[in-house]
């Protein structure tokens, strides 16, 4: 099923935001909108985006590529995105994020067999002074977890398995 079909309301109301001019400004909520339910744009999605604010598919790919917020391929359900940036790193971001990769059994970039967890190293999440710091992405949006120990992001985890295994 097409965006155009699934989502025509909402995209209407996106593009209403926008000069009918300026409508290629609606890119990045369309992009947005498109990944809430999988978690990613499919290739056939950015062709669709594209032609609904009149850009080209590379560009449309390029945000993707670029911001840490859209991904272009299925991945865990929720993604642990750890900033290694220098300030985080002076305050153990690098032992951290190695501390949860052994703790999940994967390393950055990987996805535990279960589907469940994905862990993204990632750079500048805007909370260098309260590193370590970790985004966590799912269907239920975005999360932001700061001055992280190990144990403490265990017990989180923990948690999200729990509520995955309880649906």
Do not use: N, W
């Not at 669709?48 to 850009?55: H, L, M």
């Not at 985004?135 to 001055?147: A, K, L, N, R, T």
């Amino acid at each position: 099923m097409s965006l155009k079909e699934k989502y025509s309301q909402e995209i209407e109301q996106i593009l209403a935001k926008y000069p009918p001019e300026h409508k290629r400004s609606a890119v990045m909520p369309l992009i947005y909108m498109a990944q809430r339910e999988g978690g990613y744009v499919t290739k056939e999605e950015m062709a669709e985006i594209a032609a609904i604010v009149g850009i080209t598919e590379t560009e449309v790919a390029s945000l993707i590529g670029f911001y840490t917020l859209f991904h272009d391929k299925k991945e865990g359900i929720y993604r642990l995105q750890i900033c290694t940036d220098l300030p985080c790193a002076l305050r153990g971001a690098d032992r951290f994020l190695r501390d949860v990769c052994d703790h999940l059994g994967i390393q950055p970039g990987e996805t535990t067999p279960d589907g469940l967890f994905t862990v993204e190293e990632v750079k500048c999440l805007a909370a260098c002074d309260h590193a370590p710091v970790m985004q966590v992405q799912s269907p239920q949006g975005i999360e932001y977890h700061e001055q992280l120990t190990l144990d403490m992001t265990i017990g989180l985890l923990d948690a999200l398995r729990q509520a995955e295994e309880a649906e």
